[in-house]
């Protein structure tokens, strides 16, 4: 079947890439290139899907035969121990990127979008992360195929990518790329390849000294180039930049559809002048808004023909602010430029060196004891005795009481059987495997901090908000669970428990509700207790729906009476090991729950402080110093700052918290 499809669909209706399913060995892929050979399709480009053990034990001869690969993490995740495929996605894309071969990163990238309109913190850190890897590509698969939100998953897709793009410190990744190899020798081609994009990476100013090169501080380059050899080759060593690749091949030019960075000019011909053709990939650049008057181009070409193929050489051009004409012949120069150290700035180097061989990846039981511990969320589903006891067994360390729902009386039980399995389980390893000492477990109680939430509805019936329609909004304060919104053909008006709610937002910013499900913008400030919203999409909303509002200052205290209470009556008197407080903001934050638990007798209490919202983000030097630790509070945060960058953020604030010295939780959506 697959002989015919290549041959009688492949071959016959010309495709770019055929992506071969469980290769095996180098001959497999040798075998795939004589069948498309031989049948008209020599320009059809070989993806060797890595899917299994065999394949890994012979990825470096598959790696030589292929044009490239795919990192199929589904079936190699039935084929090795699942926890290992990490391990192997690192591997995978890293040799694939010393080997200059283009690399797709595919399966349950964006999985849960195939039933809901946004991804998951976990499914986002993913994508980041293979960015981060090096991958040249990362695929849709149900997402797209028969997900109710197709494009809307692409859209997340190529945001988290770009996110992530943004972060990567390309001045590491080439030193590592060109010299942490250096006994193998490289052709002169691949070393003017390597020169080209080193210039991009020195040539970036941080002109306004936000930490950032932002579009118009970067650079461009541009190869000539028919074969598209000499476009990878600068492909692989990952410059920051687009990379114009002119070409007079339609199918180099379908090609860069896959690799890294690049975005094809197709021309008629090569035979210009040099010149010539980087002025209309400059033009091309322009109209394609990712070059800026005063940015520097690159621009690899051959040494005596435009094409940089056989013998490329290179310079480099600043596009002037009154730049020429799409057509007009431009002179290429070397550029006079004030070098500006981009690292020289400040900024959090989150760089971690992973060393990986195949045996670590083959052998499941190759592993260390394990130092990250677990926190689980205690619920209705494993509050017996029998089903602690299970998670202890498998690895459970601390377990968290969630007080943002049920009473001191439902948690004291909680506590109780908790601590009884604690004792049971300790003897019980005593006794098996002979220890001298008790091992010990925690507990954490996670305060409800100063949430937002809708108030209660008229009769209780959930209202259909529609996309266009204008929302009332009041600020009713302690009165939400009073108050009583409402639908009817003159108005639709809704409460929300923040009251200085209208002294907080400015006209511009969002309100979302239901995590994120509901969004409104807001369009008029009517009174102290009232503005006038438009709705930005079409939703059922019931009651008492939390609510965050991204970029605002909110001001209420980061204790409310109940959290107090909370602390005071069970976190104190029960003595709890550690308080994770939702929603600090500021290192006085921090140093009032202090007061409270010391003046309570909770002075062994170590608080953790939840990092949910840009304020937090912004205070982070001063909650560390205060903090004992932190938790990365992905679910919420991601609501306040774009959900795209809660990767980065991550990233930032563990980095951070090492820094310190102080420990860190990530959590939510895991």
Not at 249 to 256: F, G, L, N, P
Not at 346 to 361: A, G, K, W, Y
Not at 494 to 507: F, R
Not at 600 to 629: F, M, T
Request: charged share 25%.
């Amino acid at each position: 079947k697959d002989i015919d499809d290549l041959v009688n669909f492949g071959c016959k209706h010309g495709v770019d890439f055929v992506a071969a399913s469980f290769v095996q060995s180098g001959e497999d892929v040798r075998f795939i290139r004589r069948v498309l050979d031989e049948n008209g399709g020599a320009d059809i480009q070989i993806i060797s899907k890595i899917e299994n053990e065999e394949a890994l034990q012979n990825f470096d001869e598959i790696l030589e035969e292929t044009d490239g690969v795919m990192v199929a993490r589904g079936d190699l995740g039935m084929e090795i121990a699942a926890e290992k495929v990490p391990l192997a996605q690192k591997m995978l894309i890293q040799k694939s990127n010393r080997a200059g071969k283009f690399c797709i990163c595919a399966t349950q990238m964006l999985e849960s979008m195939i039933s809901n309109p946004l991804p998951t913190r976990a499914e986002m850190t993913d994508v980041a992360n293979a960015v981060f890897d090096g991958t040249d590509a990362t695929m849709l698969s149900g997402e797209t195929a028969n997900g109710a939100f197709p494009a809307s998953a692409v859209r997340h897709m190529a945001s988290i990518a770009s996110e992530a793009e943004v972060a990567v410190d390309y001045y590491d990744q080439f030193k590592f790329l060109r010299y942490c190899h250096s006994w193998e020798s490289i052709s002169a081609a691949e070393s003017v390849a390597a020169s080209v994009v080193k210039s991009s990476i020195d040539l970036q100013e941080d002109k306004d000294g936000n930490g950032v090169v932002d579009a118009n501080e970067g650079t461009v380059i541009v190869v000539v180039s028919s074969s598209g050899a000499q476009a990878d080759l600068i492909s692989k060593y990952r410059p920051p930049c687009p990379i114009v690749v002119v070409t007079d091949s339609k199918q180099v030019a379908r090609h860069a559809a896959g690799r890294y960075g690049q975005r094809p000019l197709l021309v008629d011909s090569l035979k210009g002048s040099a010149q010539n053709l980087a002025g209309r990939a400059i033009s091309f650049a322009k109209e394609g808004g990712f070059l800026h008057a005063g940015m520097h181009v690159v621009v690899c070409h051959g040494a005596s023909e435009a094409c940089a193929d056989a013998h490329p050489t290179a310079a480099v051009t600043t596009l002037e602010a009154a730049a020429s004409s799409p057509q007009a012949p431009m002179r290429l120069r070397r550029a006079t430029t004030t070098y500006q150290d981009f690292h020289a700035r400040n900024f959090v180097s989150c760089q971690r060196n992973v060393t990986l061989d195949l045996e670590l990846i083959s052998e499941p039981d190759l592993t260390m004891p394990r130092a990250a511990k677990i926190v689980c969320t205690m619920g209705p589903k494993c509050w017996d005795t029998a089903t602690i006891s299970k998670l202890l067994d498998a690895g459970m360390n601390v377990a968290r009481l969630n007080f943002s729902h049920g009473n001191h009386e439902g948690h004291k039980a909680v506590l109780d059987t908790l601590r009884t399995a604690y004792v049971a389980k300790a003897a019980e390893m005593q006794q098996s495997l002979g220890l001298k000492t008790k091992p010990t477990w925690s507990v954490l109680l996670d305060t409800k901090g100063p949430e937002i939430r809708t108030a209660m509805l008229r009769d209780h019936k959930a209202i259909e908000i529609e996309a266009g329609q204008t929302v009332i909004v009041e600020a009713v304060g302690a009165a939400y669970t009073s108050f009583e919104g409402y639908k009817t053909d003159e108005e639709t008006r809704i409460g929300l428990s923040y009251d200085k709610l209208c002294q907080s937002v400015k006209v511009g910013n969002r309100i979302l509700i239901a995590d994120g499900t509901i969004s409104l913008r807001v369009e008029e400030i009517l009174s102290g207790t009232e503005l006038r919203a438009l709705a930005l999409n079409t939703k059922t909303l019931g009651e008492r729906k939390n609510c965050n509002l991204p970029g605002v200052r909110v001001e209420i205290p980061v204790l409310t009476e109940k959290d107090i209470d909370d602390l005071v009556k069970f976190g104190c008197a029960r003595q709890v090991d550690y308080v994770a407080a939702s929603f600090v903001q500021t290192g006085e934050d921090v140093r009032f729950i202090r007061r409270v638990l010391d003046e309570n007798g909770g002075e062994g209490i170590v608080i953790i402080s939840k990092i949910e919202n840009e304020e937090g983000l912004h205070n982070i030097d001063a909650i560390l110093e205060e903090s004992d630790g932190i938790m990365v509070a992905r679910g919420d945060l991601g609501m306040e700052i774009p959900p795209e960058k809660v990767p980065l953020a991550q990233k930032a604030l563990i980095t951070k918290a090492n820094i310190a010295g102080k420990f860190c939780i990530c959590a939510t959506q895991m």
